[in-house]
């Protein structure tokens, strides 16, 4: 069984700063998908990035990118110019490439913009 | 457009008690699942449907049951409250990719809220 690992229960960064979220992860298959999402306040799960693991090129969305290792199973995410709206929990989850798009979540880290 | 709905948003059951969560999306996805939130453990899936009359158990599907008797509806069913089951519930819908190892992404509802006493 696949599982995922957020070794950082809690992180924080200043306003405007640059932050990594770690995220490794197990598995035997070679077709896969890893995402994370962000958990606000609200409690709403929103997805932040995606990354298909036959892909050698780490996906971008504006302000946040991952380092995506396939060798090492790992998967982080930077989060630049840190706002206060990027304050939530963030998960790293993993979906497996068979059928049903079942998702494996890590067990999430906090993070904290100081102004 | 709604999305993935979720009813109730809190509830609060005494042990013994049986009730429904409803899920409901407008979206036409074929697979639909719950995942139950605990603190410290992430998300944890506990029944998927990968369309109408098929379903399937997660990692944790004890003490719940589901049916899917139409693509928008994904009901779940608590069948004796138990304390252990008070956490918070979010019901998923994603489309079939265009080939069988896309990987799509999972719409989620806003979570319901559930304490057993």
């Known amino acids: 069984a696949q599982t995922v690992t957020q070794s950082q229960p809690e992180m924080s960064v200043q306003e405007a700063e640059t932050v990594t979220l770690s995220c490794t992860y197990d598995?035997?298959?070679?077709?896969?998908?890893l995402f994370w999402y962000k958990q606000p306040p609200s409690r709403q799960m929103i997805l932040v990035i995606r990354?298909?693991?036959?892909?050698?090129q780490n996906a971008t969305e504006n302000r946040f990118s991952v380092n995506f290792q396939k060798a090492a199973k790992s998967f982080s995410l930077k989060i630049s110019d840190s706002q206060l709206g990027d304050a939530a929990m963030y998960f790293c989850a993993y979906r497996s490439g068979e059928y049903g798009n079942k998702l494996v979540f890590g067990a999430g880290t906090i993070l904290r913009v100081k102004s | 457009n709604a999305g993935v709905t979720q009813t109730p948003k809190f509830q609060v059951l005494k042990t013994g008690q049986s009730m429904t969560l409803q899920c409901a999306q407008d979206?036409?996805?074929?697979?639909m699942s719950w995942y139950r939130q605990d603190p410290g453990m992430g998300l944890r899936l506990i029944h998927y449907s990968v369309g109408a009359g098929i379903t399937d158990q997660g990692e944790v599907p004890n003490g719940y049951n589901v049916s899917r008797s139409t693509t928008e509806d994904f009901p779940l069913r608590l069948l004796s409250a138990a304390p252990s089951q008070t956490s918070v519930y979010f019901c998923?819908?994603?489309?079939?990719?265009?080939?069988?190892?896309?990987?799509?992404?999972?719409?989620f509802g806003q979570g319901t809220r559930l304490t057993v006493v």
């Open positions: 998923a819908s994603s489309p079939r990719g265009r080939f069988l190892y896309e990987g799509t992404e999972a719409f």
């Open positions: 598995t035997s298959e070679s077709d896969y998908y």
């Open positions: 990354q298909e693991a036959y892909k050698q």
């Open positions: 979206m036409n996805h074929e697979y």
